[in-house]
């Protein structure tokens, strides 16, 4: 049977204008060493990165996902011919696409070309200016907030759909209702938390990746700006409390939804928090395709799609057995605790910290997500127990006033 999967591509691979301090992929660079303009994906590798998905895709609705570095950077005219490409292999068939961008780059002609051809947009801000200056900088040092609210009104303006993803780190992690507030003020209603998690070894040389996967067996050490597990707790618990009382039903926090679906024992809607994982694989500029976007390292490297058709990648033995390792490598402590059925492990590559039996693969955040488990159980509870009577969980907000 042809494995369901999803690919994020990467157009212009590692590239980015921004030269934030606690980006993950801004180091693959060294795994492609040449010029910059290598790392651009060409049309042979584009065709076929677009007909194998379409080809292989059984369900009703076709993904594309384009991320980075900054995918802008390869290009209007590219995206273009994206469009071109999908007609060309669609057969019809529904096509969508989404991407990821740090917003600075974004114009009238890329905001008109997004709506008129129905893109979604990822923005990528961390809350107001000096939660999202903290790191997310130019390469010249200054900061980046004033260029990406300034692509948002474009989007705004072009009335494009757009989301946003935050990254939490140790320093906007301390600011959860200003973050909250300011992400419902520019007006998104979709809005995604990915806390920083970074484990590095410090005695890298120049050409080798620093920042390491779980079962490296390096020493390692987690960077400065990895979030605290307590503090990402209190994070989710100070935008939760305001979420169950004010905004259940007209704003949506991924994660939240995410745990109430497994609350509901229905597949949640991010990888992080299902029982295995291995389904979203990344293709980089030149046809490589990876385990996963945090798994972009050599020892992940599946193949090569003009070698091997991308289901065929996808749905390798090693890749298979990577997914499975989610559930099979979770260690006693993990097992046993009362909330296994919401957390799953949470993501693999967090998985850095020690039991306290001293088994490895215990998640670094496992303390924080203990915290906002114990604190959101009630309301779990009730929205689940609507939606099973068929009733909106928003009642929660009254609950929650009420309570």
């Known amino acids: 049977m042809t494995p369901t999967f999803d690919m994020m591509a990467k157009p212009v ?7 934030c301090v606690y980006c993950y992929y801004l180091e693959k660079e060294k795994l492609y060493p040449g010029e910059p303009s290598f790392w651009m994906m060409n049309e042979k590798v584009l065709e076929s990165f677009i007909a194998q998905v379409i080809y292989s895709c059984r369900e009703p609705v076709i993904q594309f996902a384009w991320h980075g570095g900054e995918p ?29 961008t740090n917003g600075t780059l974004l114009t009238d002609e890329w905001c008109s070309f997004f709506s008129d051809n129905r893109f979604l947009i990822g923005i990528s801000l961390d809350g107001p200016e000096h939660c999202h200056d903290h790191y997310r ?47 419902k003020q520019i007006g998104s209603r979709y809005i ?12 890298a040389g120049p050409r080798e990746l620093s920042k390491l996967p779980p079962e490296s067996g390096k020493t390692a050490e987690v960077t400065d700006w990895t979030v605290d597990p307590v503090d990402y707790g209190n994070f989710l618990i100070t935008v939760f409390k305001e979420w169950v009382r004010k905004d259940v039903g007209d704003y949506f926090v991924i ?3 995410s745990i109430l679906a497994n609350w509901m024992r229905v597949p949640p809607s991010v990888c992080i928090f299902a029982e295995t994982c291995g389904h979203a694989g990344v293709v980089e500029h030149n046809g490589d395709v990876y385990s996963c976007d945090h798994y972009v390292f050599p020892t992940h490297r599946l193949g090569n799609i003009l070698e091997d058709s991308v289901q065929t990648l996808m749905g390798s033995p090693f890749q298979e057995q990577f997914g499975r390792n989610k559930w099979d490598k979770l260690p006693g402590f993990c097992r046993r605790c009362s909330y296994l059925d919401l957390c799953n492990g949470e993501c693999p590559k967090n998985r850095i910290a020690i039991t306290p039996e001293g088994e490895a693969g215990l998640n670094y ?10 604190y959101s159980e009630p309301y779990f509870d009730f929205m689940a127990n609507e939606l099973k009577h068929q009733r909106p969980p928003s009642n929660v907000r009254q609950w929650t006033r009420n309570r």
């Not at 691979?13 to 030269?19: E, I, P, S």
């Not at 009104?153 to 989301?163: G, P, Q, R, W």
Request: proline share 2%.
């Open 72 to 100: 802008t950077l390869r290009g209007l005219d590219f995206f273009k011919n994206v469009v071109r490409l999908q007609k060309k292999h669609g057969g019809g068939r529904r096509v969508e696409n989404s991407l990821q």
């Open 365 to 374: 955040l496992c303390r924080g997500l203990k915290n906002f488990f114990g």
């Open 137 to 183: 900088m130019t390469r010249h040092g200054a900061g980046s907030f004033a260029r990406c609210m300034k692509g948002l009104e474009l989007l705004v303006k072009h009335k494009t759909e757009f989301n946003t993803l935050t990254v939490i780190n140790d320093y906007n992690s301390k600011y959860p209702e200003a973050v909250y507030r300011f992400l």
């Open 13 to 19: 691979g590692a590239q980015c204008n921004l030269n």
């Open 255 to 257: 994660t939240f939804e």
């Open 192 to 203: 995604q938390f990915l806390p920083v998690v970074e484990w590095i070894n410090t005695g």
